[in-house]
């Protein structure tokens, strides 16, 4: 998982141009190499990326940014995806966009990903016909329709940071509130269960990400649940094989089942 946030973070005060982003973009392919590479469109609010006329809001997590901002910002939105198209060609790369709240947000998003294809087509310029598109499962609206969402993906990602903050409204760097953020809460189990029955009915796959992904009590309960895709920093992958190895799948799902009710 490439998040290409950093990549403009990193270029501020200016944009990266379109040819810088291929750049960055065919490295990141290339490192991937058959595996493949999954590459975020950007996960930015307005505050972080000023574009046109942003004006301060007074909650960010709920304002203009990621999937909202980019719709918001076609040019430079137009540009993002144009790159990662391009870089396409040179080995396997899939589209994800964040923060996906409404069905018309997916299917709005993938207009530009088909309207991009075409320029590129006409210009004669390379790239992956098939590239695979997918939506971050990240808050509650999104879980509420995953069953209408993924007849519009190729593949789910499930943002659990954001989603067990939303769902449980707790603000987990907020040391008031922080002890509150729990991922093993029956909604949070039950909004995941719901996720992976969508994507299975659909033949999708669904990946999750997040520290849930990580931690080794989580990892059992993911299995419990159905799941056997797990986005996760480098460092973390030998623990969760051995995990994941040691687990019996039947009494996971007897686990989950026990949680869930």
Known sequence: LYRSEFLFLNSLPALPSEDEQTRVFEQVADAAGKHGATIRTFDLGGDKLPLGRYESEQNPALGQRALRLALGSPDVFRTHVRAILRASARGSVRILFPMVAHVEEMRSA??????????????????????????????????????????????FSIGTNDLIQYLLAVDRSNQHVAPMFAPLHPSVLRALRRVIEASDAAGIPS???????????????????????????????????????AIDRGQAVELAGEALA
């Open 110 to 155: 993938r207009a530009v990903v088909a309207s991009c294809m075409a320029e590129l087509d006409a210009e004669g310029v390379p790239f992956d016909r098939r590239i695979a598109v997918g939506a971050m499962i990240e808050v509650p609206s999104a879980v509420l329709v995953a069953d209408q969402l993924a007849s519009e993906c190729d593949f």
């Open 207 to 245: 990946i999750v990400c997040g520290e849930m992904a990580s931690d080794p009590v989580h990892v059992a309960m993911l299995v419990g649940l159905g799941y056997d895709r797990l986005s996760m920093t480098p460092t973390s992958i030998p623990l969760i094989k051995r995990v994941i190895s």
